[in-house]
């Protein structure tokens, strides 16, 4: 039982590249999350999922896009990055909205 | 819309001494709480949550937070902190239903000999 995995665990680019983050969740949660964490400003929620094929914005969803095609992953892509994405990406997921969240290790990204 | 603020940014605790960590919320109705620790490098993990029932709840590593609904107020308690308590430790409330959590920004624990 891995719980909730990220790959990468780190990556940099280039402003401009494109890249995908991988999430996957073996608890058969129906929710899954995207956050980004940066000094001072904690988790802020990007793009959230209450289902397989479904996908809603958070709080700061500008510059990312997100797929749930399959019940335990959620792909978050950024398509033409820049340097104000340079954080920590948090992958989480719940049974319900306000159940106990699980969060993965992180990916840490360093845009150039 | 629900709102977390932790008001201290950082906290230095002796070992052995007693550990008070504040958070306070908005919500109109009752809130569900959380506390998350994230040591250096690795993901939240749980270490209690208020849903309903009693407002004193007990967690994992021997905290514990008590609900005061007058104060707005979920803060985190430990009796005794232990080196290995040093982290940061973030609150966070849900309005129940098919919402999502906010979190607060966060608050880092430091642990002087």
């Known amino acids: 039982n891995a719980g909730v995995t990220q790959t990468p665990k780190f990556r940099v680019l280039k402003t401009g590249q494109s890249m995908t983050l991988l999430c996957a969740q073996d608890m058969n949660h129906e929710y899954m999350y995207w956050y980004r964490q940066d000094p001072g400003m904690g988790l802020r929620l990007i793009h959230y999922s209450v289902g397989e094929g479904t996908t809603a914005k958070g709080e700061v969803p500008d510059g990312y896009n997100v797929s749930r095609l399959k019940k335990q992953n959620f792909l978050l892509g950024l398509e033409s990055a820049a340097p104000s994405q340079t954080s920590v990406y948090f992958c989480a997921s719940s049974y319900l909205g306000t159940d106990t969240q699980y969060f993965g290790p992180g990916t840490r990204l360093t845009v150039l | 819309a629900q709102s977390v603020t932790q008001p201290d940014i950082h906290i230095t605790v002796s070992e052995g001494a007693s550990l008070e960590l504040r958070c306070n919320y908005s919500?109109?109705?009752?809130?569900?709480l959380f506390w998350y620790v994230q040591s250096p490098g690795q993901g939240l993990q749980l270490l209690l949550k208020y849903f309903s029932g009693d407002t004193l709840v007990q967690g994992i590593k021997g905290f514990e937070a008590e609900f005061k609904r007058s104060q707005s107020s979920f803060n985190l308690r430990k009796p005794s902190v232990h080196w290995s308590d040093a982290a940061e430790y973030f609150c966070a409330v849900g309005a129940g239903g098919y919402s999502t959590l906010t979190f607060g920004k966060g608050t880092m624990l430091l642990v002087s000999p």
């Open positions: 919500y109109g109705a009752t809130p569900y």
